[in-house]
């Protein structure tokens, strides 16, 4: 084959598969994060493999550990919020008409109708918008389990049919790229749920010496709340602060938005996360918090595996394109 028909049929593939992003733009999150869960369900689905069952059931049982881990998630955060539905019904009840907060001497009177009912209001927005994305979600939730189990089930033909195209001479880096990709997303999984449960246990003191009644529910929704990035554990703290406002304690409000926000909402991202990242993902804690946070400010929720991903894959291509100029065996440096 010429090397111009080479090249033109390469213009095609990236002219459809840009084609192909634009057309599925929609389920591009629900891809990506099944594409990710796979590589983390390899060592599992080879682990199955290797106790004797088929390769068919192998991938089923995988993906069903992975659905029902991502399913049971999302039920345990809403059956707590069941539990306290006659608390947080209390809460809302007792939510007085207008509150006077003091401050440098001066007493200012804020209407509480104006924000209640606005709260009302996007709150109805919400469950609504809810209930019209109850269909897309499940339709998602559907692609997301076909493709895990699919990918699995064939990975090793769709590795050949990724290899096929590469010339040999460039394998060993794809090769080196697959390999940082595979242990960038195990650890960046890992990383989530130690961030999680560090900071339900950072929490757990905290709320306590503040004072709350509920300690362990709200050390446990705090801890749930990692694994939504954009709002985290910080979303829950100024829910809290504002009530000791409404309160009329300031010094309350202040206390728990400086403590709560401080070792709640930032301790466990800055320590956990970059701590960990060294030692599971082979990443200075400063570039992996780069990623994290340019992931989630750039592409949303998605952003917080995409970001730390992109960072690991051009260290690495920086670590191969040294050892190619500098003439030097990695394997030998490392």
Not at 102 to 115: H, P, Q, R, S
Not at 152 to 171: D, K, M, S
Not at 265 to 282: F, K, M, S
């Amino acid at each position: 084959m010429s090397a111009r028909r080479q090249w033109v049929l390469a213009g095609v593939l990236v002219l459809l598969g840009l084609l192909s992003a634009a057309v599925l733009f929609d389920v591009l999150g629900t891809v990506f994060f099944a594409v990710t869960v796979a590589y983390v369900l390899v060592p599992l689905h080879q682990r199955f493999v290797e106790r004797g069952m088929p390769s068919w059931w192998a991938s089923a049982a995988s993906t069903v550990v992975a659905f029902v881990g991502v399913l049971l998630f999302f039920a345990s955060f809403g059956f707590l919020v069941y539990r306290r539905r006659d608390d947080l019904l209390r809460f809302l009840v007792g939510l007085p008409e207008s509150f006077t907060v003091e401050l440098l001497g001066a007493a200012y009177t804020i209407d509480a109708g104006v924000l209640t009912e606005l709260a009302r209001t996007y709150l109805g927005a919400g469950v609504i918008a809810l209930a019209r994305l109850a269909p897309v979600l499940a339709l998602k939730g559907t692609l997301f389990a076909l493709l895990v189990f699919a990918l699995l089930v064939r990975r090793r033909e769709a590795r050949r049919a990724l290899l096929a195209p590469i010339p040999h001479a460039y394998r060993d880096v794809v090769a080196a790229l697959h390999e940082r990709t595979r242990e960038t997303l195990s650890a960046i999984y890992v990383l989530q749920a130690a961030t999680a449960v560090g900071t339900f246990l950072v929490a757990l003191p905290v709320f306590y010496v503040l004072g709350y009644e509920f300690v362990f529910t709200l050390a446990l929704v705090a801890g749930f709340l990692q694994f939504l990035p954009i709002v985290g554990p910080s979303f829950l703290v100024v829910l809290l602060a504002v009530y000791r406002l409404t309160a009329n304690d300031v010094v309350g409000a202040a206390l728990v938005l400086v403590l709560g926000g401080v070792v709640v909402g930032w301790l466990p991202d800055a320590v956990i996360r970059t701590r960990l990242a060294r030692q599971t993902a082979n990443l200075p804690g400063s570039l992996y918090f780069i990623g994290f946070t340019g992931g989630l400010l750039s592409v949303g929720p998605i952003g917080f595996i995409a970001g730390p991903l992109v960072v690991a894959l051009l260290a690495e291509a920086t670590e191969l394109l040294a050892a190619e100029v500098n003439g030097y065996d990695r394997a030998q440096t490392e």
